[in-house]
């Protein structure tokens, strides 16, 4: 890292007032200058923006380095705008079209946006956590020796004190803490205000112990340098300054100059010395709103101190809505100025009218030279980087040989195949597990490529010569992280490693495994990070009523249905060995494609017999999202439609039926996504003039028009009934729509309706004249 330069405080303090400008105009255009053809309230915070302009500025224009990374407080995107727009890195017509179609996003957004946005921010606390596992992947890529000293960077999040409650931060610390993580600074912006008041009492007092009890160095900037000295020479008005409630302050914060007088006079009377005499109401308001967050020698200082590693949190006491006529005020969250007020703040900010969008309006001749030499080196250091894709070749991946396998023993077996054989891709993989590691089948390759760990972890067991299947020792050129149960922590180490190419240059091929039921505890990471592109590979395994002994708790139910509606994220459910080798040789491919995406595959431990084939042509209706594993006769009036673990029994029922079901066909579905995306974008494309059949029309064609169709999941039905909605086919759903429970998959099966006389009933009654 490099060392702090000196910078002019006095170009700071300007750039501040500009980024608070541009900010809260960028707003107040959108809300009251542009068109509104619909009438909906546009909407952005004004005062949000206004609490974080100067560390942005102290930040951005000071302390970053050029590897340095930052996640922005969803809410103050505008500042970062703000921050482009006067580093010549984002238009004007952005800005005009703030929070408009193809505008500058509401919250900064790695896709969206042209600046460029280390980490998409919206979801509070999310953005936060991801620094963390950022950090950790910049440690893992210089340990593999793919990332060089002078390339590594510190990562920074812009976090609402109000954010602080969001419990996946301490997740992510307790993680950090296992790994010793470096290079974070977290600077929180202590406004006191949540979204709907004021928030509660002096929990800074608490969060410095929670972090300081990971292992975090806590630096608490809480008066400006003005108020400080004040304080300090006044004992009596210290302490009465220290108990005022968060809620008191910010309504005094709110009133200003003489609402302070009055209210010293109430309180302190006499001891409060010659001090109201020394400040009329204008001096009072300035000098109690000097908080450490809006004094930038304060913020210079405190960043210019911390320049070793050591994991850092920053409280900057501010107040929301600084310099706005609402500041302070509980209800500002969303508080927009209006015309007037609008008015008043530009004139005091020596804006003139018509010249609003000017980047540097307002700055005096004497100012400007200093102001644009800043800006002029800064510009230097936040050039967008470009996207790190098609780097390493994927090979071919064999299935597993094995008469009968499970889905999750084949996947376990593939790695493992695949370390053996070493090559690129091999080098480049990077498991993590939520201490499932071994019950998902990862284990071999664990015992292969080792565990990640900065400095040498022996593994006891071993060295004591105890017998074990696992080795569990750790060393800097292992390749599985090993992460705590807390599946957030799972998705957000995902979504860093995902990142990986775009925020090093280098690409990872990041596996996650955890169990199928599990993936809805982290969901909002999981969605977090395919919001960002973030590329993986995620292994849900076991999956369904199939687990059977294991019961209900365990046995998942609606991820095929959460994968139906996650953007981003390509859901693949295969039946056997050879559809898993391919469709993980796609994921590959796609986590190293431009215009690719992460893979999900939801696997089972049931053991199945494999099938015979008798050439490859299944293979690309497999990647597509289904195959005739039994074709169809023409005009057939009935066929059978299964995914994944159940396959067993809807070839033994297409045994069965087929003689008295002339033509019955058995489909095999490998991705209900895959298969609803391609039906609803042929649509479109035919909107547009296009006529070309979707995979799953094009499957579904052979069958008669009045033909009924039984579908059959170990999930919810509503993964698979949608087929008949694609060419009028009468649909009979079979799945779990219940909670599971212990059993034999038998008696399973046979109580959840996913049996032989299931399907033949479901056939039976479907072939009934109506
Ligand atoms: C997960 C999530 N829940 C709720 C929200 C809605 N929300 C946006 S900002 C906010 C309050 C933020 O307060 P704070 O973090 O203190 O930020 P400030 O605006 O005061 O700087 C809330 C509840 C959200 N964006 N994300
Ligand atoms: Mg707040």
């Not at 380095?65 to 727009?85: E, M, T």
């Not at 896709?111 to 998409?120: E, L």
């Not at 390493?392 to 999750?408: F, R, W, Y």
């Amino acid at each position: 890292m490099l060392k702090p330069v000196t910078t002019d405080i006095d170009a700071l303090k300007t750039i501040d007032e500009r980024l608070r400008w541009l900010s809260a105009w960028t707003i107040h255009h959108a809300n009251h200058i542009r068109d509104n053809d619909d009438g909906l309230k546009v909407g952005g915070h004004q005062a949000s923006c206004a609490s974080m302009t100067a560390i942005m500025a102290a930040l951005y224009f000071h302390a970053l380095g050029q590897n340095d990374r930052v996640a922005v407080k969803p809410h103050a995107g505008p500042v970062l705008h703000a921050i482009h727009y006067l580093l010549g890195t984002q238009s004007r017509e952005a800005l005009e079209n703030f929070r408009g179609f193809g505008g500058a996003q509401s919250y900064p957004s790695r896709t969206k946006d042209r600046i460029p946005v280390d980490f998409s921010t919206g979801s509070v606390g999310l953005g936060v956590a991801i620094t963390l596992f950022a950090s950790l992947v910049q440690d893992y890529l210089t340990a593999h020796g793919w990332l060089d000293e002078q390339d590594r960077g510190r990562f920074v999040a812009l976090i609402g004190d109000a954010e602080l409650d969001e419990g996946n931060i301490y997740e992510a610390i307790i993680e950090g803490a296992k790994h010793d993580v470096r290079n974070l600074w977290w600077i929180v912006d202590y406004n006191r205000q949540s979204l709907d008041a004021t928030s509660a009492d002096r929990m800074f007092e608490r969060f410095d112990e929670i972090f300081r009890s990971c292992g975090w160095r806590v630096v608490e900037l809480r008066y400006g340098k003005k108020l400080q000295r004040t304080l300090d020479h006044n004992a009596a008005l210290n302490d009465w300054f220290e108990q005022l409630s968060n809620a008191e302050l910010s309504a005094l914060h709110y009133q200003g100059g003489a609402a302070w007088r009055k209210r010293i006079e109430a309180d302190l009377g006499k001891k409060a010395g010659s001090f109201l005499k020394e400040h009329d109401d204008a001096a009072l308001a300035s000098l109690f709103t000097d908080l450490g967050g809006h004094c930038m020698e304060t913020l210079v200082e405190a960043f210019d101190a911390a320049q070793d590693d050591v994991p850092t949190l920053f409280i900057a006491w501010t107040i929301k809505g600084f310099g706005l006529p609402f500041a302070g005020h509980k209800d500002n969250h969303a508080g927009l100025m209006n015309p007037t007020q609008l008015v008043a703040l530009r004139e005091a900010m020596g804006v003139r009218e018509g010249h609003e969008w000017e980047p540097l309006e307002g700055v005096g001749d004497n100012a400007r030279p200093a102001v644009e030499a800043l800006v002029e080196r800064t510009r230097i250091a936040r050039e967008k980087r470009t996207r790190s894709f098609g780097t390493v070749a994927v090979p071919h991946l064999l299935a597993p040989t094995g008469e009968e396998q499970s889905t999750q023993a084949a996947f376990g077996r593939i790695l493992l195949d695949l370390s053996k054989a070493g090559g690129d891709l091999a080098d480049r993989i990077v498991t993590t597990s939520p201490d499932v590691t071994v019950s998902t089948n990862l284990g071999a390759w664990v015992n292969q490529r080792g565990l990640f760990r900065r400095s040498e972890t022996p593994d006891v067991f071993a060295q004591a010569k105890i017998a074990s299947a696992q080795k569990w020792g750790g060393n800097n050129s292992g390749q599985h992280i090993e992460l705590g149960i807390a599946e957030s922590n799972l998705f957000l180490m995902l979504a860093a490693a995902g990142l990986s190419g775009d925020l090093f240059g280098t690409r990872l091929f990041p596996i996650g495994t955890l169990y199928d039921p599990f993936i809805a505890r982290g969901l909002d990471s999981l969605n977090y990070a395919c919001y960002q592109d973030a590329r993986f590979l995620l292994v849900a395994t076991p999956s369904g009523i199939t687990l059977g002994p294991e019961g209900g708790a365990h046995q998942s139910i609606n991820p095929p249905l959460i994968a139906l509606g996650q953007p981003g994220l390509r859901h693949y459910e295969p039946a056997y060995a050879d559809e898993l080798a391919a469709m993980m040789e796609e994921a590959f491919r796609l986590i190293d494609d431009p215009a690719g995406e992460s893979t999900y595959l939801r696997l089972s431990t049931r053991s199945i017999v494999q099938i015979e084939r008798r050439d490859d042509s299944w293979r690309d209706g497999a990647l597509r999202g289904g195959y005739w594993l039994r074709e169809p006769g023409p005009n057939a009036e009935a066929a059978i439609v299964a995914m994944g673990a159940v396959m067993p029994e809807a070839l033994a029922a297409w045994e069965e039926l087929s003689e008295d079901v002339p033509g019955l066909g058995l489909l095999a579905v490998t991705s209900p996504d895959l298969l609803h995306r391609g039906w609803t974008s042929a649509q479109a494309a035919r909107w547009a003039g296009e006529r070309k059949p979707s995979h799953i029309e094009r499957l579904l064609s052979p069958l008669s028009p009045n033909a009924g169709v039984v579908t059959l999941a170990d999930a919810a039905p509503a993964s698979l009934s949608w087929l008949g909605g694609v060419l009028g086919h009468r649909v009979a759903p079979l799945g779990v729509e219940k909670f599971g429970q212990t059993g034999s998959l038998a008696e399973l099966y046979a109580a959840y309706r996913l049996d032989g006389a299931a399907i033949t009933e479901a056939v039976a009654e479907l072939l009934l004249p109506a």
